[in-house]
């Protein structure tokens, strides 16, 4: 081997690591363009490197290889998901995921253990060419640890450890002065359609179907993501408890089984509701075991749940294989069902609280219902911009058919986002911090409606506002009610978005042993 050929390899495998490094800890990025680039210096920087490259290693090798297995599953989750959420991981492992799999995030997995495996090639044969194993072998050991996301949220969490925090003390309960005729609440989680996607410079009309909606009600733009609110779960229990998912410490391995044991301390949307008299649904493509729905429902008097498991054991074999996507039913089949199950209630004297909690938008493994794709069978989507336009197909429709056949009780409508998508190329397109959740209310048969059609609030606010936000538009409480961490938007008193700011709300949310406490009882620590 020449000096030339020596200092070419150098280069390549130097130049291979760098690359490799950008595009694990940079999700948004799109390996592809990579790829292939990146395996031919690898080939060329072997073949000029010759045998020196493939020296005997030292046990020392060991120490890198540790710290890369530590990383592959966090580096996969980041490029999963955009970025990576350590509460929701721990929820997942806690309350199970029953039904889902790895169909749809094969990039991510390969993507993950490729470029890991590439980190680790090069500074092996780095090591080699130029003599220095320890430090070559120590260094790389060094930035994966570094570069590892767990260590950001473990520094994270570590910093904020000495942050104090009065968000314990924050908690309120909901005074209800309900009207004479109660009305009927329809709730349509749009999963990941966020604001983000209003941006027509970026994606096109795709979010033009809303803007009728928005006319027609009140629609609210300061919508942030807050710890503890990033996952379906947590957006529901945030717009309906007003608390984010904050973690439930050594309870959750002591009450696991109990599923009345879900935040039993606190007073939800339907807990509320139920003490009024109303039917409560929730009507989900997937399984109501996933995440733990099962414990929120069991706790908060949930009367209906339409999962995944109910509809495929009433409908036909085929029609659920043609409508399954991985581990989830599409949305066309489960409108369908809300539909349905919107009439059946409709002859029944008692008001309605009814969710549907949509799935084609999710971010890596978005969905297209069987409408939409080619072979008339749901499917994973090319792209997040079709599977919105393909949602929105689904849900237009629906409401369609809720304004065209409502009942004489008044009826109040509420579309809106559960998180931020999930999709990491967002994070490449808006920044985190000018990412807004969707949310917009509008109401049908109301003789008068708490604001005119076609208002718009831009106050600072985060997901924990929507609960009592929704209270307080159908009438149910003051336009001043507060549940929760939330404050309605109609309301004079000041969210804590407003008070704290972003940053501020975030570092007190996590760790927050008296929070967790508050929200769950006791046994947190």
């Known amino acids: 081997m020449t000096k030339y050929h020596k200092n070419v390899a150098v280069a390549g495998f130097v130049a291979l690591i760098f690359v490799s490094l950008i595009v694990l800890f940079k999700p948004g990025l799109d390996s592809m363009e990579t790829i292939q680039p990146a395996i031919a210096v690898l080939l ?16 020392l090798i060991w120490l890198p290889i540790i710290a890369a297995l530590v990383a592959i599953p966090f580096v996969i989750l980041s490029r999963a998901f955009g970025s990576f959420l350590v509460m929701s991981l721990v929820f997942h492992a806690q309350f199970g995921i029953e039904g889902a799999d790895f169909a749809g995030f094969g990039q991510e997995i390969f993507d993950g253990v490729l470029y890991v495996c590439l980190v680790l090639l090069g500074a092996y044969a780095l090591s080699n ?23 950001w949220y473990l520094v994270e969490y570590g910093k904020n450890q000495s942050i104090e925090s009065d968000l314990h003390l924050q908690l309120s309960e909901a005074e209800l002065a309900p009207p004479a005729v109660l009305p009927d609440i329809i709730y349509v989680y749009l999963e990941g359609l966020e604001r983000g996607f209003e941006n027509s410079n970026v994606f096109g009309d795709i979010y033009a179907p809303l803007k009728p909606y928005e006319e027609m009600g009140v629609t609210f733009t300061g919508l942030h993501e807050i710890n503890g609110t990033g ?19 050594l309870r959750a391995y002591k009450n696991l089984d109990e599923k009345a044991d879900f935040m039993p301390s606190r007073a939800c949307l339907t807990d509320l509701t139920a003490s009024l008299g109303y039917q409560n649904s929730y009507v989900m493509g997937g399984s109501q075991n996933f995440g733990g729905f099962d414990h929120f429902f069991s706790a908060h008097n949930f009367d209906n749940i339409v999962d995944m498991n109910a509809v495929s054991e009433r409908r036909d074999p085929d029609e659920i294989e043609a409508a399954t996507i991985s581990w989830h039913l599409d949305d066309e089949m489960m409108l369908i069902e809300a539909r349905d199950l919107y009439e059946t209630k409709k002859t029944q004297d008692a008001p309605m609280l009814m969710m549907i909690l949509t799935y084609g938008p999710h971010g890596t493994t978005s969905g297209l219902s069987r409408g939409c794709s080619i072979s008339g069978r749901a499917e994973l989507a090319p792209d997040i911009s079709s599977a919105i336009a393909c949602t929105l197909k689904d849900v237009v429709p629906f409401i369609d ?3 065209e056949n409502h009942r004489a009780r008044p009826t109040i409508v509420v579309l809106g986002s559960d998180h931020l998508n999930h999709d990491p190329g967002m994070s490449e397109t808006v920044a985190l911090s000018d990412r807004r959740n969707t949310l917009i209310m509008f109401s049908l048969g109301m003789a008068d409606p708490l604001v005119p059609p076609g208002t718009r609030i831009d106050r600072p606010a985060s997901m924990v506002d929507v609960f009592p936000t929704i209270l307080a538009y159908a009438g149910l409480t003051s336009p001043n009610v507060q549940a929760g961490l939330g404050r309605s938007m109609f309301g004079e008193p000041p969210t804590i978005m407003e008070e704290k700011g972003l940053s501020r709300f975030d570092s007190e949310l996590f760790p927050n042993p008296l929070l967790s406490e508050a929200v769950w009882g006791t046994d947190t620590e």
């Open 44 to 59: 060329v920087s072997l073949y000029l490197g010759g045998r020196t490259v493939w020296a005997r290693p030292p046990k």
């Open 129 to 151: 060419l130029l003599s220095q194993q320890k430090a070559f072998y120590s260094l790389a050991t060094v930035v994966l640890i570094v570069l590892n996301p767990l260590t």
């Open 231 to 249: 996952w379906s779960l947590a957006g529901t229990v945030a717009t309906q408890c007003g608390v984010p998912l904050v973690p439930t410490g």
């Open 401 to 403: 058919h809720l304004s």
